[in-house]
């Protein structure tokens, strides 16, 4: 007889209560589970299929080999409307050709000019500041990470017009984001919820009817609303870059823009929009709760802090200038900031709807399901990264020769990985350790963290894990911005 598919074990307690027990304390539950029902189980909530969470690494590596044709994109349950032609929803070679028009944006020699961008808006940020302003964390992490975000995508780092996105974006994203609008998906099915918000914003679009994006009654209202006044921005600058065709210009909506598909046409306007705002919204829960994270635990042990800024100096003293694309590579920072993501990642999972049966481990999936490898008990698994697994300690990144090790796909992975894994991580990397080497180097902040070795609650933000009740920070101090080096000469880029 062939073997008949089946579900790992599911809790006895129902689909609500499983949804509501993830919602208010994910990593507890999982805990909970794990202790229960072992390194693989099925959560099942209301209005979807069936989801087996595993933090196998055999299952994990099966997971990671899927093949485009045995997943399906547009199941994944974001809310956000970007257009059901997006890279994130996409499947089978579209994904693909997708994937290849946005990577080149976030790779290779483009990363390095866009340290020094990266830097300047940090070191802006720093010198507006004074001793006892006061921030939550994460909030202040996506302010400075939409600046940069402004510069690469747009190359605007001010006036007016840059303003306006800065604001339009970050009230979408907020919106987006929001609980409500995850708890609508859940209801009726993320792909439909999308599928309306869409119906809405393409029409009004159409209409030129732009809204005044006040609080309504209807929760999703201001979403459209936002998500409207952005694309008119978008579209009237798509215009500008096509009457212009400058090659020179290397910012990403504009070489989007530019970009002909296989029969030589210029991309439709609106799929260009689509792919801009996902990577507006992509990189910016992420980015602000994994900082969220690094921030707690360089309060809790300030040596680390402490580390990293002799580390940047020192190597500042040895070139005889600031190079911030070397520096942002240095490894005791690259440590921190993996051990964080190692132990506190944001992401608490990621996943792959299967088309069809499928072989995962030792168990054959049914079609239907999503797999999702449990990035947050993986990290946390003593025969993978010792006794001390559930310590923060960032040495376990060194080598002997004082470079960085690293840990197997299967093992390590907040960026997810195989063929859909996050197309912004070098992006994402790279801004995160240029933002910490310069606190580091620059400031001292203060927080009720200070001499704390508990974690607080953590609570789901978009998709994110986050500390429930945010990151509150003062500045303590700031050095000057030439502390440690010589003037540095940057080259800017967007
Ligand atoms: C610390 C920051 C970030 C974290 C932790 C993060 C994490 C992730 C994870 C876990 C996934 C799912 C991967 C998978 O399914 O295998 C993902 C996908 C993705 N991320 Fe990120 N991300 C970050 C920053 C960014 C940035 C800065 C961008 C854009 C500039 C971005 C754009 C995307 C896109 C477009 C995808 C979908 C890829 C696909 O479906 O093929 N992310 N990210």
């Known amino acids: ?36 029902l072992g390194d693989t189980f099925t959560l099942t909530f209301p209005g979807q299929g069936p989801m087996v969470w595993t933090s196998d690494p055999d ?65 802006e940020h720093i010198d507006s500041w004074n001793v006892s302003d006061q921030f939550d964390g994460p909030r202040l992490i996506g302010d400075i990470t939409m600046d940069i975000t402004c510069a690469t995508l747009f190359n605007l780092r001010e006036g007016e017009r840059k303003d306006r996105y800065k604001e339009l974006m970050l009230n979408w994203i907020m919106e987006a984001n929001s609980d409500i609008n995850f708890t609508l998906a859940s209801v009726v099915g993320a792909r439909k919820f999308r599928q309306f918000l869409n119906k809405q914003y393409i029409s009004r679009s159409e209409s030129g009817k732009m809204g005044n994006a006040k609080k309504g009654l209807l929760p999703w209202k201001r979403g459209v609303d936002l998500k409207v006044q952005l694309g008119a921005l978008l579209r009237e600058d798509i215009r500008d870059i096509r009457s212009r065709m400058d090659e020179t210009e290397s910012h990403t909506l ?70 911030p694309f070397l520096a942002s590579q240095l490894p005791y920072l690259t440590a921190c900031l993996n051990e964080s993501q190692r132990i506190t990642p944001s992401a608490p999972g990621f996943i792959r709807w299967l088309k069809q049966d499928t072989k995962i481990g030792k168990w054959l999936i049914p079609a239907g399901t999503a797999v999702l490898p449990n990035i947050y008990l993986t990290h946390r698994r003593t025969d993978i990264y010792g006794d001390d697994a559930l310590k923060f300690n960032p040495e376990r990144w060194m080598d002997k020769n004082g470079g960085n090790r690293s840990f197997k796909p299967s093992e390590f992975m907040p960026f997810g990985g195989g063929r859909r894994a996050c197309v912004g991580m070098g992006h994402a990397r790279q801004q995160l350790r240029v933002i910490f080497s310069e606190f580091a180097r620059r400031v001292e902040f203060g927080s009720e963290f200070e001499g704390t070795n508990t974690l607080p609650r953590s609570r789901l933000i978009g998709g994110q894990t986050e500390p429930q009740l945010g990151v509150p920070i003062t500045v303590k101090k700031i050095r000057p911005s030439d502390y440690g080096c010589p003037a540095i000469e940057t080259e800017s880029a967007a």
């Open 1 to 36: 007889m062939s073997e008949q598919p089946q579900l790992p074990p599911i809790p006895k307690e129902n689909k609500f209560k499983q949804a509501l027990a993830l919602g208010i304390g994910i990593w507890d539950y999982f805990e909970e589970k794990q202790a229960e």
């Open 59 to 123: 299952m994990i590596k099966d997971i990671l080999r899927l093949k485009r044709d045995q997943i399906d994109g547009s199941l994944v349950q974001l809310p956000f409307d970007l257009g059901e032609s997006n890279l994130v929803f996409s499947n089978d070679e579209a994904h693909h050709e997708a994937r290849k028009l946005i990577i080149p944006h976030f790779s290779g020699d483009r990363m390095k000019i866009r340290a020094n961008m990266m830097y300047e808006i940090v070191n």
């Open 254 to 323: 504009s070489s989007l823009a530019r970009t002909t598909d296989a029969d030589g046409n210029l991309l439709a306007e609106e799929r260009v929009i689509s792919e801009v705002y996902g990577l507006m919204i992509g990189g910016h829960e992420t980015s602000a709760a994994t900082a969220a994270w690094l921030m707690i635990w360089l309060q809790q042990q300030p040596e680390e802090n402490t580390k990293i800024r002799e580390e940047v100096v020192g190597f500042i003293q040895k070139e005889g200038k600031h190079d």
